[in-house]
């Protein structure tokens, strides 16, 4: 049967997480770089689909389509190590340590930024001609969407920051999941299906997510967004990083692995 149960696809889990802290420098880069890059085309293709059509759950619909190649490719995203990667030195697995989960998660945070901000160059290029000209439609919401989720929230202070935080976590509960799901079967079609599901809830729902938003920022303010670098990482990003952490290791890599890799004793009547 493709489907594994639950027991079946944590112990993968685990068995991910040790993978990814004894991968080498050179490959986790590498691997970190074309995720980030992937995704990042993938949301310029989902923004530039909304604009075209007017209808923002088709650029959603449409969007879990670079998720879902990257991890086919056997690329990294930091909000998927962020669950998996802590479980294996739960685990105890033989040189799994917290030194080395940061380590990957440094790691893979460097490569996803350098690739979707390659990405962003390259896009605001393209929808600027070669910056010779104003940014065409697509480039124009970019950076709206940049100001929107950085001055936006500082405008609400405290309330803003919280309203992201809590997006940030939603978003990993979500994109998480869909790392998990692709776990779940063993074929491509019942991997495809599984994870385009909770990645089409995150994007329609505007949740916030820290490699996403590694392209949407820096394009956005390359293309005209009023609102500075540091407003993206101290009212974006940064909150962003640490709620990813908080929805993915929570709840999905700990729930999981507590029920289905360390349940507890059985209770009889």
């Not at 309203?163 to 063993?186: D, E, P, Y």
């Not at 495809?192 to 303010?221: D, K, R, T």
Request: charged share 10%; hydrophobic share 55%; aromatic share 12%.
């Amino acid at each position: 049967m493709s489907y594994l149960a639950p027991s079946e696809f944590v112990a993968k889990m685990v068995d991910a997480g040790e993978s990814k802290l004894l991968m080498s420098t050179r490959d986790t880069l590498i691997r970190s770089y074309m995720a980030g890059a992937i995704l990042a085309l993938a949301a310029a293709f989902a923004v530039t689909v909304t604009v075209n059509t007017g209808n923002a759950l088709v650029g959603a619909l449409l969007f879990p389509v670079g998720f879902c190649l990257l991890y086919l490719l056997g690329f990294d995203l930091l909000t998927g190590v962020f669950t998996l990667a802590p479980l294996a030195v739960l685990d105890k697995r033989p040189g799994a340590t917290w030194r080395g989960v940061l380590r990957n998660w440094s790691l893979v945070f460097v490569g996803n930024f350098a690739g979707a901000l390659t990405v962003a160059v390259f896009m605001a290029i393209i929808f600027t001609s070669g910056f010779t000209e104003a940014p065409n439609a697509v480039g124009q919401k970019i950076g709206h969407i940049g100001e929107g989720r950085t001055v936006g929230y500082a405008a609400h202070g405290a309330g803003g920051m919280l309203t992201l935080f809590i997006r940030a976590v939603m978003c990993n509960w979500m994109v998480s999941t869909g790392v998990v799901a692709a776990m779940m079967s063993t074929s491509v079609s019942g991997k495809v299906i599984a994870m385009w599901m909770p990645i089409l809830v995150f994007f329609y729902m505007g949740f916030e997510h820290s490699i996403v938003n590694m392209y949407l920022f820096p394009s956005g303010l390359m293309l005209g967004g009023q609102f500075t670098f540091m407003d993206y990482m101290l009212w974006n990003e940064i909150p962003t990083v640490l709620g990813n952490l908080v929805g993915g290791l929570t709840f999905v890599g700990a729930t999981l692995y507590s029920t289905h890799y360390k349940s507890a004793t059985k209770r009889f009547a």
